[in-house]
Nanobody
């Protein structure tokens, strides 16, 4: 069964750090992404990782977030530092392979100011 599952969300004070994980199973995905959806807003791309190009970051997280991947474990990470209240939302893992797309159930991140 192909699936992706996030973990690591939680409550943190502004300026703090969290690390999200996305465990993939059933496939080795070409591209893996982190999206987020803030309350009342549309889902937006946060960061993307592929093996053949440099990782991509949205402007609003550049210098604060780092995306990485452990291919041996088939896990993707998002290290989030210097968190701000604007980073509050549900973070989703997205994985793509050969035209197919899979989403996790989301991990809630709440940053208190």
């Amino acid at each position: 069964q192909v699936q992706v599952e996030e973990s690591g969300g939680g409550l943190v004070q502004a300026g703090g750090s969290l690390r999200l994980s996305c465990k993939a199973s059933g496939l080795i995905f070409n591209t893996m992404n982190w999206y987020r959806q803030a309350p009342g807003k549309q889902r937006e791309l946060v960061a993307s990782i592929r093996s053949d190009v440099p990782s991509m970051y949205a402007d609003f997280v550049k210098g604060r977030f780092t995306i990485s991947r452990d291919n041996a474990k088939n896990v993707m990470y998002l290290q989030m530092n210097s968190l701000q209240s604007e980073d509050t939302g549900i973070y989703y893992c997205n994985a793509r392979y050969d035209g197919y797309e899979y989403w996790g159930q989301g991990a809630r991140v709440t940053v208190s100011s």
